[in-house]
């Protein structure tokens, strides 16, 4: 079963604009991760946030979390052509931390 | 460098055929996973195995058998009782429950 939902499906831009990507979720949860995947390739993971955080940063991305709402968005700041991806998110939820769950993900292009 | 290897990137077999993905990791990592990727979708959880000989069943096992005799490796038998075997398979492994995946490129498998 699919734990996780992607919104939007898919997300165009130009370069240096900003993206922003939601990811919803159906029962609680461990720590949520988000990862992205360039066409053709395996998954990168990019990001792990736990269910007592709020918010992360690495770089250019910022992952927040609000589990009242059971969901979670990543920012994308001044986006890249090479930013041209897939990105999923994966949940872990309680009870079995192996089995993590993925949504079917959004595919954002960012035109030059 | 450190990493995980499939092979091979692309597979053809007839119908009624069993195959067998490879997947070798060198990262010393405990917990080995495959999932299975259909277009547009997210991914889906065949097996697992969070220690040397010992694995699960995810989601979608049936047609699936695993074996873990190594730590560095997790073969994938695609039988000739799975129904729909054409996808894109994707090995990865963590160091543990709830850790950051590390995937491989994939393999493709067509069967006609």
């Known amino acids: 079963s699919q734990q996780g939902e992607e919104d939007p499906q898919a997300l165009s831009i130009q370069e240096g604009e900003n993206a922003t990507m939601n990811c919803s979720y159906k029962?609680?949860?461990?720590?949520l991760q988000w990862y992205r995947q360039n066409s053709g390739r395996g998954l990168v993971h990019l990001i792990l946030i736990r269910s007592n955080e709020r918010e992360k940063h690495s770089g250019r991305l910022r992952v927040t979390l609000d589990t009242s709402k059971k969901s979670s968005s990543l920012l994308i700041t001044a986006s890249r052509a090479a930013d041209t991806a897939s990105y999923f998110c994966?949940?872990?939820?309680?009870?079995?931390?192996?089995?993590?769950?993925f949504g079917k993900g959004t595919l954002l292009t960012v035109n030059p | 460098d450190g990493g995980i290897t499939q092979s091979p990137k692309y597979l053809f077999r007839k119908e009624g055929q069993n195959v067998t993905l490879s997947c070798e990791q060198n990262l010393n990592h405990d917990a080995m996973y495959w999932y299975r990727q259909d277009p547009g979708q997210g991914l889906r959880l065949i097996y697992y195995s969070q220690i040397v000989n010992d694995f699960q069943k995810g989601d979608i096992a049936e047609g699936y058998s695993v074996s873990r005799e190594k730590k560095e490796s997790f073969p994938l038998t695609v039988t000739s009782a799975q129904k729909n075997p054409t996808a894109f398979y994707l090995c990865?492994?963590?160091?543990?429950?709830?850790?950051?995946?590390?995937f491989g490129n994939g393999t493709r498998l067509t069967v006609t």
């Open positions: 990865a492994s963590s160091l543990g429950g709830g850790s950051p995946l590390h």
């Open positions: 029962t609680s949860i461990n720590n």
């Open positions: 994966a949940t872990s939820p309680g009870g079995s931390n192996y089995k993590l769950t």
